[in-house]
């Protein structure tokens, strides 16, 4: 299951990105290639079949699975707290 990604997700993470977008974007290029290199690839080939911005494209994934990554954490906080 998906977790819900809240407003402080996605609050925090546009308040990452957007201090310096291509540094960031640099950045997570290199941290998903060590943390989800079939991630990545998906993202590589999407630009590359679609024609659009590859730039717009990785952002946007990236964007999305560092969103994803903060809600799965606070989510598997929240369980395991209730499991103590």
Sequence with gaps: ??????????????AEIFQDVNSWRKQMIHYMKEENPEVNSAIIEAAQQTGLDPKAIALGAYMVYSMLEKSTAEQDNLLNSLNS
């Design 1 to 14: 299951m998906i977790p819900v990604i809240t407003e402080d997700h996605s609050t925090l993470t546009f």
